[in-house]
């Protein structure tokens, strides 16, 4: 039998509590899995990260050196130990349950299938985390795709006073702007489902950019710099919330 204490919880606080489980199951797995291998010690890491491979024809595959480096700056400022080469996942497949926190970049066309919308609405409301980052071109496309994976939710932008943009680093103006595009503010949107942020989407802002290389985009230290420390933010927010 159940006991009262337990019946009285509320959703809020049982998602609350999925998340962390999720979190410390990845954690363990991920860990013992970082300990194969010649050297233990160097390999050792908290969780890895993933990058979504989606259909549709957009270039999910953008930014090849952004996570690479973002993971690196996480490990050089933080206490936090990611793996070094984030992984591919599809959004219709079992191993995305193993990752904290998915990364979705393009410049195009996204296309979930039902299946993909279902197990994607399913790894999120169980602890998961998805950041969109829009690389100029995405927009109508993921917001017409993402109400198949929550239909009952709209986008709303959080706060420039929210956690997300005080983390570690603190931004009291929101996202930083890093490529001009049409030469909008940049706007960090959020789904919350039952009190959580589930995906959050930067959009006129471009951080991937900002994360990549600096013989990519020839970008100035100080912006590249803006847009890694948002990125950490964006990264621990997810794995400690």
Same mark, same amino acid.
């Given at each position: 039998m159940y006991s009262f204490s337990y019946i009285c919880l509320t959703n809020q606080l049982r998602m609350k509590i999925a998340k962390k489980v999720f979190f410390i199951l990845s954690i363990l797995s991920l860990s013992f899995l970082s300990l194969q291998g010649q050297d233990q010690a160097t390999n050792r890491f908290h969780f890895k990260i993933a990058k979504l491979k989606y259909g549709g024809g957009g270039d999910w595959y953008a930014n090849p050196t952004s996570l690479p480096n973002l993971i690196s700056f996480v490990n050089q400022n933080t206490t936090t130990k990611v793996a070094e080469v984030e992984d591919i996942v599809e959004a219709g497949g079992t191993q995305i349950y193993q990752y904290p926190y998915v990364y979705m970049t393009g410049h195009g066309n996204v296309s979930f299938s039902d299946a993909d919308a279902m197990n994607?609405?399913?790894?999120?409301?169980?602890? $998961? @985390?998805?950041? +969109?980052?829009?690389?100029? $071109? !995405?927009?109508?496309?993921?917001?017409?795709?993402?109400?198949?994976? @929550?239909? #009952?939710?709209?986008?709303? #932008?959080?706060? *420039?006073? /929210? #956690?997300?943009?005080?983390?570690?680093?603190?931004?009291?103006?929101?996202?930083?702007?890093?490529?001009?595009?049409?030469?909008?503010?940049?706007? $960090?949107?959020?789904? +919350? *489902? =039952?009190?959580?942020?589930?995906? *959050?989407?930067? @959009?006129?802002?471009?951080?991937?950019? $900002? &994360?990549?290389?600096?013989?990519? /985009?020839?970008?100035?230290? =100080?912006?590249?710099?803006?847009?890694?420390? !948002?990125?950490?933010? +964006?990264?621990? &927010?997810? +794995?400690?919330?």
């Amino acid at each position: 039998m159940y006991s009262f204490s337990y019946i009285c919880l509320t959703n809020q606080l049982r998602m609350k509590i999925a998340k962390k489980v999720f979190f410390i199951l990845s954690i363990l797995s991920l860990s013992f899995l970082s300990l194969q291998g010649q050297d233990q010690a160097t390999n050792r890491f908290h969780f890895k990260i993933a990058k979504l491979k989606y259909g549709g024809g957009g270039d999910w595959y953008a930014n090849p050196t952004s996570l690479p480096n973002l993971i690196s700056f996480v490990n050089q400022n933080t206490t936090t130990k990611v793996a070094e080469v984030e992984d591919i996942v599809e959004a219709g497949g079992t191993q995305i349950y193993q990752y904290p926190y998915v990364y979705m970049t393009g410049h195009g066309n996204v296309s979930f299938s039902d299946a993909d919308a279902m197990n994607l609405r399913n790894y999120l409301i169980s602890g $998961g @985390f998805l950041h +969109i980052d829009d690389n100029y $071109g !995405m927009d109508k496309y993921i917001r017409k795709e993402i109400k198949k994976v @929550f239909p #009952e939710l709209d986008f709303v #932008e959080l706060p *420039f006073d /929210h #956690e997300i943009y005080r983390q570690h680093f603190v931004f009291p103006s929101g996202l930083p702007k890093i490529h001009e595009h049409d030469n909008k503010p940049p706007q $960090g949107f959020a789904l +919350i *489902f =039952e009190g959580r942020v589930v995906v *959050f989407y930067t @959009f006129e802002c471009d951080l991937g950019d $900002g &994360w990549e290389d600096s013989s990519v /985009h020839r970008d100035a230290p =100080e912006l590249r710099q803006k847009a890694l420390e !948002m990125g950490a933010n +964006i990264l621990l &927010w997810a +794995i400690l919330n």
